[in-house]
């Protein structure tokens, strides 16, 4: 029994080690969701969650530093609104099998911007040096 409850201890020991604080995230199985995923993240202030849906590059990084900024830069209230914002998609554009274009809003701003995914690989990830030019 003392061997049982040892290998026991060990195991939940082991499988504690090896679970990861770090968050996974499920890539997106289409543009579509990888806009939403995106816009929700950053809408909750979910940075991280932001840059895996997007292109990792230096020019998309610092762009979604400066969108991090601003949105750090609002008080305890406007972030709370930009929580509970809901994304209005208007239009979804598909100009070819490896880029979608998503014409959004939000229950806060109604004015419409547009949101650039892009295929890379087998990854839909949002492309923001694109979206900003």
Same mark, same amino acid.
């Given at each position: ?14 499988? &504690? ?54 949105? +750090? ?9 930009? +929580? ?18 998503? &014409? ?30």
């Amino acid at each position: 029994m003392k061997l049982f409850t040892l290998l026991m201890s060990w195991l939940v020991l082991g499988v &504690y080690a090896c679970s990861s604080p770090a968050k996974k995230y499920l890539p997106a199985e289409n543009g579509l969701d990888a806009g939403r995923e995106f816009i929700d993240a950053c809408l909750k202030g979910d940075f991280a969650k932001a840059s895996f849906y997007m292109v990792a590059d230096e020019k998309n990084k610092a762009l979604l530093i400066q969108v991090e900024a601003n949105y +750090r830069e609002k008080d305890k209230e406007g972030r709370q609104e930009l +929580r509970l914002a809901s994304i209005n998609i208007k239009e979804v554009a598909e100009p070819n099998d490896s880029s979608v274009i998503i &014409y959004h809003s939000t229950s806060l701003d109604t004015s419409t911007q547009q949101t650039i995914i892009l295929k890379k690989g087998s990854l839909w990830q949002v492309d923001l040096k694109q979206t900003n030019q």
